[in-house]
């Protein structure tokens, strides 16, 4: 499923955003705090309506689409996620089969087994949620999409809480499981390692795309974050890898 964002903006956060996922690519959102990326986020997945421009799934207007629709097609993981409920660690995945059918269901059941297991937090099914770590939950709530079984996956910070292995493990697991993936993401080096397209954001406006190779040149990096970068292959991938130091003082 291809996702569009078409010039939307949102009142004192966002201008005139454009850019385009297409069916089965992992695209990222870099930028420094601050700069919209989360709001940006929340406008695709339906917490927040732009004040102007459209987001289309396929052609269709997220926002007029029932929500259960939508919910059938895309998921989300949002940067903060609260639980005012122990809820068990199989009853949060369970969850994600809400928008499809009865959650009682063989099939729901099997599904969300699979997630599980993709997510690696089979065996905590029977914990309640509040008592696990902050790595454990976002490994749950990364589970609790997959069982969602959606056709695009926004994600706003995924690796938070995770140790290297996991954020490594996670990422790759996102990439194979087939959705339409956008993603906000704090690790330069993270993001080009998976990313098909990164897309830089500034005070709330896109100023740079392409593939990581291409947008992660050090004038830009010194001009949009501040910051000295030294580009280096990775030796087995090939991918762009960034060494930082602080800018020398003006």
């Known amino acids: 499923m291809r996702l569009d964002i078409e010039d939307v903006s949102v009142a004192g956060i966002l201008r005139d955003i454009r850019l385009t996922v297409r069916s089965g690519a992992f695209v990222g959102l870099v930028g420094p705090n ?4 989360s709001t940006l986020l929340r406008c695709v997945y339906r917490a927040l309506r732009p004040t102007a421009g ?4 396929d052609g269709d207007d997220v926002h007029a689409m029932n929500p259960r629709a939508a919910a059938r097609v895309l998921a989300a993981l949002p940067q903060e996620s609260s639980a ?4 068990t660690v199989a009853e949060v995945v369970a969850m994600g089969r809400l928008p499809h059918r009865d959650r009682t269901a063989a099939s729901d059941h099997e599904i969300c ?3 599980l297991r993709r997510a690696g937090v089979d065996h905590l099914a029977g914990r309640g949620f509040l008592a696990l770590s902050g790595g454990e939950k976002q490994r749950v709530l990364i589970a609790r999409a997959l069982a969602q079984q959606p056709r695009v996956l926004v ?3 995924p690796t938070n809480h995770l ?4 954020q490594l493990d996670v990422l790759g697991l996102v990439r194979d499981s087939g959705p339409t993936v956008l993603a906000a993401l704090h690790d330069l080096n993270l993001a080009a390692a998976h990313c098909d397209l990164l897309y830089v954001i500034q005070d709330g406006r896109i100023v740079a795309s392409g593939p990581p190779h291409e947008v992660l040149e050090p004038a830009l990096l010194a001009e949009v974050f ?10 087995e991938t090939g991918a762009v890898q960034l060494l930082f130091d602080l800018l020398p003082p003006a």
């Open 163 to 166: 140790d290297i292995a996991h």
């Open 226 to 235: 501040g910051v000295r970068a030294h580009p280096v292959r990775h030796p």
């Open 54 to 57: 459209v987001i289309g799934l």
């Open 84 to 87: 005012e409920f122990d809820f």
């Open 155 to 157: 994600l706003d910070e």
């Open 34 to 37: 601050g700069s919209g990326k």
């Open 113 to 115: 087994a699979a997630a």
